[in-house]
């Protein structure tokens, strides 16, 4: 497992040891991410950022602040600095996918920090997706780009906690990334821009609104 694009791109990638991670391929990251960059939605952002900062050599997801839940090992997030995002937070329970993100980030060098501390490229946190994304709206967390990958077989129960907490962090017009099983439908309140199918998995691009998602019901 490698990078496969941007600033990183061939540098290799650790995976969890055994079945209870699957890491999405190389082959499937590559698509999903000529798809993401290809939407005017991702690109508009990108150049609304450069033109503010008329920075130099930025990548293609530069002004992009992401976030990459049921992270594994982490190589979604890790394809979307490489490629010019600005942050990412990582969020992952198992502790072997924990200690793979953790050594993948060291390897790469990418600093680190807390969810929420000053200046960070990355903070990774451990445990519960729902509880993070909680607390995350709690703090007034947003983000521009959401990567979500969970288990196929405990897709259908985490779903409603995804379509009631994500909508709470994400900004008008964030790109949401979902991977589930191929039967699967996301099922989730935004709007579908692209759906596409790779083997057993089915990657869905959705959209945010204008307009957040309502705050009530607390984490379960």
């Given at each position: 497992m490698r990078v496969v694009g941007g600033t990183w791109r061939g540098r290799p990638l650790?995976?969890?040891?055994?079945?209870g991670t699957r890491p999405t391929s190389d082959k499937v990251r590559e698509a999903m991410f000529d798809v993401l960059l290809a939407l005017p939605e991702v690109r508009d952002r990108t150049a609304a950022a450069l033109s503010a900062t008329d920075e130099a050599g930025a990548g293609p997801?530069?002004?992009h602040v992401a976030l990459d839940?049921?992270?594994g090992s982490g190589a979604l997030g890790i394809e979307a600095l490489s490629r010019g995002a600005d942050r990412?937070?990582?969020?992952?329970?198992?502790?072997?996918?924990?200690?793979?993100?953790r050594a993948n980030l060291a390897?790469?060098?990418v600093p680190a920090g807390r969810a929420g501390g000053p200046d960070a490229t990355s903070a990774v946190v451990a445990g519960d997706a729902r509880r993070a994304?909680?607390?995350?709206?709690?703090r007034g967390a947003r983000y521009t780009l959401v990567f979500a990958d969970p288990p196929y077989d405990v897709y259908e129960q985490v779903r409603p906690?995804?379509?009631?907490?994500?909508g709470r962090v994400l900004i008008p017009g964030a790109v949401l990334v979902i991977e589930s099983a191929a039967g699967t439908p996301a099922g989730l309140p935004w709007s579908v821009v692209r759906e596409k199918r790779y083997g057993d998995t089915?990657?869905?691009?959705?959209?945010?609104?204008?307009e957040p998602q309502a705050e009530g019901e607390p984490a379960d």
């Open positions: 650790t995976a969890p040891p055994g079945r997801l530069a002004g839940v049921f992270a990412c937070t990582f969020v992952e329970s198992a502790p072997p996918a924990l200690r793979a993100l390897r790469l060098g994304l909680a607390a995350d709206a709690r906690a995804l379509a009631r907490l994500l089915r990657v869905t691009f959705l959209v945010a609104g204008a």
